[in-house]
């Protein structure tokens, strides 16, 4: 019997990274949203497993995605692990600095799975 790969959501508004950051995670089931909007869209149609965000976002900041999602599927408030490349407010969720080296986040994901 196959098991399911565990989802995970990248939102990163960096096309660019987000696609690299694909590329690494090729063990799991990766979506890709580059703003709050379609983060939230994809996070109402799939159970994610790990929601991979990044701080610093066009249209919000993470912290404002992760606690608008925190409010409508209470099941995430731990399957976050945001990135970030500058200073981060006091958050509950492990932080990736960037740049960071992406097998360095693969480890880090997989610590959080």
Same mark, same amino acid.
């Given at each position: 019997m196959k098991t399911a790969r565990p989802r995970? %959501?990248?939102v990163d508004d960096d096309? %660019?990274?987000s696609e690299a950051i694909t590329g690494v995670l090729d063990a799991y089931d990766v979506t890709t949203a580059h703003?709050?909007?379609s983060a939230i869209e994809a996070l109402r149609v799939v159970p994610f497993d790990l929601v991979v965000c990044d701080l610093q %976002? =066009?249209?919000t900041s993470g912290v404002? %995605?992760?606690e608008?999602?925190?409010r409508r599927f209470p099941r995430l408030r731990e399957r976050f692990l945001f990135m970030s490349g500058g200073p981060a407010p006091g958050l509950d969720c492990p932080l990736v =600095?960037?740049?960071f080296d992406l097998h360095e986040l693969r480890a880090r994901v997989a610590e959080r799975l």
């Open positions: 995970i %959501l990248v096309m %660019l990274l703003d709050a909007h %976002l =066009e249209d404002a %995605l992760y608008d999602a925190c =600095e960037k740049p």
